[in-house]
């Protein structure tokens, strides 16, 4: 699935599974794009592609929020100007990468980190059994 903004806002209506093992679920194809997951799940299935990601060019000034993403290599793997609220990000390689605020989300039992973030603002995050950091800003 491509989201653009420019069409209609992204809202989930149901859980979504990885299309294939390896694929990415939402890609995202244009700057400042919010993405409500309606307390959805986004599902993969062997660790590998992504949950959410945005293309390098256009992968600025997104919002992610409200939902349940599980199973990924790259879970939400996005950059600058990104929040990331109200998301459970479970049992990924990586729970939530992004460059922004990052705020009110729970990393749980992520291979590696639970969450990163790159120059931005990190706050009232929750952690728990991740492999290598819960929470990683810098």
Same mark, same amino acid.
């Given at each position: ?38 307390? *959805?799940?986004?599902? $993969? ?26 199973? *990924? ?50 706050? $009232? ?14």
């Amino acid at each position: 699935m491509y989201a653009d903004h420019r069409k209609w806002p992204v809202l989930l209506i149901a859980d979504i599974d990885s299309p294939a093992p390896g694929g990415d679920c939402l890609t995202i194809v244009a700057e400042s794009v919010t993405i409500d997951l309606g307390n *959805f799940r986004i599902r $993969g299935r062997v660790f590998i592609g992504s949950g959410i990601i945005g293309t390098d060019q256009f992968s600025q000034n997104i919002v992610v929020r409200n939902g349940i993403i599980t199973n *990924f290599e790259n879970r939400i793997f996005l950059g600058r100007g990104t929040t990331v609220e109200g998301v459970q990000a479970i049992r990924n390689a990586t729970g939530i990468q992004a460059t922004g605020i990052v705020r009110g989300n729970m990393a749980l039992d992520n291979v590696r980190d639970g969450i990163v973030a790159d120059n931005g603002i990190v706050s $009232g995050n929750i952690a728990d059994g991740n492999g290598i950091n819960g929470i990683r800003a810098f």
